[in-house]
């Protein structure tokens, strides 16, 4: 195992220096961001790790505020090489006084990186104090590779950006939105970079790799995620005694609650989420679901609860015939098959297969109402859900506004029908709600939430193309 | 406890079915982790391993493995039983092959000594192809199972739960098939064996009558089934009654057959039931262990995306020691205080606009501006330019000096140097903040800069409101 990678993340003040690392690092609370010039005062180091390992160990460094008068200062210090001039200016006085800011860039970059990132806010004038400051860190001869921030903005000078790099013999370069990254970037940033380091080339394909399957995994893991609540919202199903029932007023309350439970559980779902990604838990917020009275049903004849008295009682009745099997076996044919059959009949009735439909008959006889969601509003939520989880992985770590999914966009209708109609076997399981009273998570549940997760996955697979700097 | 101890029972496996019954006990309400996590992340590398100890030492906590460990010792036993339960069968069905009568029915004894057998076998066959059959394993494996976690000497509080978390874990990993299958076939395995050696106990110290009988069914198709049955016994050996000897035995239950023909029908029997029953179950039993075996190192990975996992690498995360200042922040001394007027003041009304670090798409001179009393000066930023723009404004000594700069562009150190440079030349200055947004920006910037008595104005009209306002102060 190589030692971490150590970059310095350098540029001009309020360039995203320290925005560019929350996203890399996931840490939305990493350093300080905001418009103020000279946010970050100091040197700080942060590490990525990926799955537990260090990989990458960024050192966040202030801007470069004073560079056409520090180029100056430099080449004025003693010494035969540009590398020789930098130390001799960070042994001296001014390195703590006047360009103290630039001091701590300088010195990060030679005592502790292996190269630096330098952030370009690209809708800046290509200005000589800029040059300045390419030509300063240069001096230190580290390898550069310049990130080109906010190059999707419309006031973005990306192409004046690319000529005075290539003039400045910077012929690599990425680009980068640390607050709207495109899928995929990150893993652009280090193929990029192994161009510069080229020793460090298999280590910078690790962690590519490793970025790679980070983000699968949150991927699976979020169609996991909102499909368990999609199950937990179509299982959910409350009885109303008929007395209350036909009072309003109590029957309203009854939908009110029933309503909120489904609230809570969209909740659950979008705090998964954020926490999924790395947001914090008031980073993003569901648009308040119109919610219908729901459906009250009396679905006594529910296939999926048909076919589960089936399932059983065909179980219970294979068990039963087997054991009766080997009796017959034992009887030596003796009972002519009497025990089998026996056996059966007596493994069907003991395994409960009946049980589920007693219930709903005794529900139905004492006129117990039973209310469910409408398949309206289940694909709606679907849909939101797979829209936040979608907006959530484009998402950079630095991004300061509150991420609102609510009005509904073309193209919801198009699977949800498919969706929700998979769905109805959870129809059949009140007990495959997650938090209500004797809630299991059995086979079954397990089962169908793997189908559904599969067929939510491709709605989150990428489908924005990673443009390529350089 | 010694601390070798749980570490030996700590197999790929084990670990795998603590981990996921923690999980299940923890859905009824999480348990108290913290140092159980703490611990987990100062000793394992990576995230997946992390995990596995937190689970592990949690389950200790629990007495999960000893409990294993206890339904481990219970699972031999549970075999044991049902292989002699099967033998059992296996005894009863030779004994009713081997009846009394000492007349056997050779057809009929080998349909009821292979026939549960090659259903229950072709079943499982099935079963491979069918997924909801692999998930759910061969029956009496599930069985042995079962009965394991619900025996009493091995039950303890969670041992249903670890029962569960066991197929869990099995059937995530597709290994439940080859569990039960390598268990059902083991059972079946023995059963033949002791089988066969009842069967041999028979033929070798009794003298049975074998035959065949039929009301419908003629001799040829005897013949046919014999030498069929028999192709395979035959290649290990095995003597095949032959055509006359079926012939021969063919409904005359009481006598006329030879004893050299019947020594070949009861080693037919016996062959048929080692190639037909014993060997494919043994071969089996063999390769459901081997993919067993071979499947365990898979167990030792986690789904790092399931949900309750994400929730602990989070809470794993947090654990990282956070950033780290390594070169803090030392405030430098304050600058020099920019005095404004130093030096003698320049001649009233006069003014100097100069353009500073402006984008190149700003239009030069400002539309709308007056020019000033000198050609007003745009400058990009480089050394060069700004000395000579400080030298010009030195000679001229203009009463007003108007800074245009661009608003959305941060203002830094550089712009705050050429200011305090550049202010004691006049009487009184103000910076022009051209372009939209910003403003706020550097009006915040100039009071923290100690530029309080520079004044921020953010159009051309409001540029020339306060080149007047001063010249009505500057006659006043």
């Keep these: 195992m190589h030692e971490a990678l150590r970059i310095a993340v350098v540029g001009h003040t309020n360039a995203g220096k320290t925005s560019l690392l929350r996203t890399l690092t996931r840490r939305v609370d990493f350093g300080q961001v905001s418009d103020r010039p000279g946010t970050t005062r100091h040197a700080e180091a942060v590490e990525l790790r990926l799955d537990g390992r260090r990989a990458v160990r960024f050192v966040d460094t202030p801007g470069l505020e004073d560079s056409v008068a520090l180029l100056q200062f430099l080449s004025r210090q003693p010494g035969d090489s540009r590398p020789e001039r930098v130390r001799a200016f960070l042994a001296g006085p001014e390195a703590r006084a006047s360009f103290e800011q630039e001091a701590k860039v300088l010195r990060a970059l030679l005592d502790q990186a292996d190269c630096a990132m330098l952030v370009i806010d690209t809708r800046e004038p290509v200005l000589p104090k800029h040059r300045a400051e390419i030509e300063i860190l240069a001096s230190c001869a580290r390898p550069i590779l310049p990130v080109l921030n906010f190059v999707r903005d419309g006031a973005s000078r990306r192409d004046d950006w690319h000529r005075a790099l290539e003039e400045s013999n910077l012929h690599a370069r990425a680009e980068f939105d640390v607050v709207a990254p495109f899928i995929g970037a990150e893993q652009q940033l280090y193929t990029d970079l192994g161009t510069l380091l080229p020793a460090r080339r298999a280590q910078l394909r690790a962690i590519t790799a490793a970025l790679a399957q980070a983000e699968r995994e949150r991927r699976q893991a979020a169609c996991r995620l909102i499909a368990s609540t999609l199950i937990d919202v179509a299982a959910q199903r409350r009885g109303l005694p008929a007395d209350e029932f036909a009072d309003p007023r109590r029957q309203q309350a009854f939908v009110r609650d029933f309503q909120g439970q489904v609230g809570r559980h969209a909740r659950r779902a979008v705090d998964e989420l954020l926490a999924l990604y790395a947001f914090r838990a008031d980073d993003a917020e569901l648009a308040q679901l119109p919610l219908p009275d729901g459906r009250w049903e009396d679905d006594l004849f529910n296939p999926e609860l048909l076919l589960q008295a089936g399932k059983r009682l065909g179980l219970g009745a294979m068990i039963g015939a087997g054991v009766g099997a080997v009796a017959d076996v034992a009887l030596a044919g003796l009972s002519l098959g009497a025990a089998t059959t026996l056996g059966a009949t007596v493994g069907g009735a003991v395994s409960g297969g009946w049980r589920p439909l007693w219930r709903k008959l005794q529900n139905r006889i004492d006129g117990v109402q039973e209310l469910t969601v409408e398949d309206a509003v289940l694909g709606l939520l679907a849909e939101r859900l797979l829209r936040l989880a979608r907006a959530l992985a484009r998402r950079g770590h630095a991004a300061q506004q509150r991420l609102r999914v609510g009005d509904d966009g073309p193209g919801a209708a198009a699977d949800g029908q498919r969706l929700v109609d998979a769905l109805d076997a959870a129809r059949g399981h009140p007990e495959w709600e997650r938090g209500s009273p004797g809630a299991v998570d059995d086979a079954d549940r397990a089962q169908l939430l793997e189908s559904l997760a599969a067929a939510l996955r491709p709605r989150l697979e990428p489908d924005t193309a990673v443009p390529i700097g350089a | ?476």
């Design chain 2, 1 to 476: 406890m010694s601390p070798t101890a749980p570490r030996r029972s700590r197999s790929p496996l084990a670990a795998a079915i603590v981990a996921e019954a923690v999980r299940r006990i923890e859905a009824d309400g999480p348990l108290d982790d913290a140092a159980a996590l703490a611990q987990a992340f100062r000793t394992r590398p990576t995230r997946g391993e992390q995990l596995l100890e937190r689970a592990w030492l949690l389950g200790q906590r629990l007495g999960l493995p000893a409990q294993l460990a206890r339904g481990r010792q219970a699972g031999w036993g549970v075999l044991l039983a049902l292989a002699l339960l099967v033998a059992l069968t296996g005894l009863g069905l030779a004994r009713a092959v081997l009846g009394e009568g000492r007349h056997i029915n050779a057809v009929a004894a080998f349909v009821s000594l292979l026939g549960l057998h090659g259903l229950t076998l072709a079943l499982w066959l099935l079963g491979l192809l069918l997924p909801a059959v692999r998930r759910a394993g061969a029956p009496l494996g599930r069985l042995a199972l079962w009965l394991t976690a619900h025996l009493p000497l091995a039950r303890g509080p969670h041992a249903l739960t670890l029962l569960r978390s066991l197929g869990a874990v099995l059937r995530r990993h597709g290994l439940l098939i080859w569990l039960t299958g390598a268990i059902s076939h083991g059972i079946w395995a023995l059963a033949f064996v002791i089988t066969l050696v009842v069967l041999l106990f028979g033929f070798a110290f009794h003298a049975y009558t074998l035959s065949w009988e039929s009301t419908i069914l003629g001799a040829g198709f005897f013949q046919r089934f014999v030498q069929l049955s028999g192709a395979l016994p035959a290649l290990l050996g095995f003597p095949v009654p032959d055509a006359a000897a079926v012939q021969q035995v063919g409904n005359l239950a009481a006598g006329g057959a030879t004893g050299i023909s019947q020594r070949d029908w009861a080693w037919w029997l016996m062959g048929c039931v080692a190639v037909y029953g014993l060997l494919p179950r043994a071969l089996l039993a063999c390769f459901s262990a081997w993919r067993w075996r071979a499947g365990q190192a898979r167990l030792a990975r986690l789904d790092m995306t399931d949900p309750y996992v994400r929730v602990l690498i989070a809470r794993l995360d947090a654990l990282e020691p956070p950033p780290q200042v390594i070169d803090a922040e030392q405030r430098a001394p304050a600058g020099p205080a920019p005095a404004l007027p130093t030096a003698a003041p320049g001649a009233p009304g006069t003014l100097a606009v100069i353009g500073f670090e402006l984008p190149p798409e700003q239009a030069w001179p400002l539309p709308g501006l007056p020019t000033g009393s000198t050609a007003p000066l745009r400058i990009a930023g480089g050394a060069a330019e700004r000395e000579a723009a400080l030298a010009q404004l030195a000679a001229h000594r203009p009463d007003a000096l108007l800074l245009a700069v661009h608003a959305p562009s941060s203002p830094d150190r550089g712009t705050a140097r050429f200011l305090r440079e550049a202010l004691p030349a006049s009487r009184r200055a103000a910076v022009l903040a051209l372009g939209a947004g910003g403003a706020g920006r550097w009006r915040d910037w100039l009071d923290s800069e100690s530029f309080q008595a520079v004044a921020l104005v953010q159009s051309a009209p409001a540029a020339i409101d306060w080149i007047a306002s001063g010249e009505v102060s500057g006659h006043a």
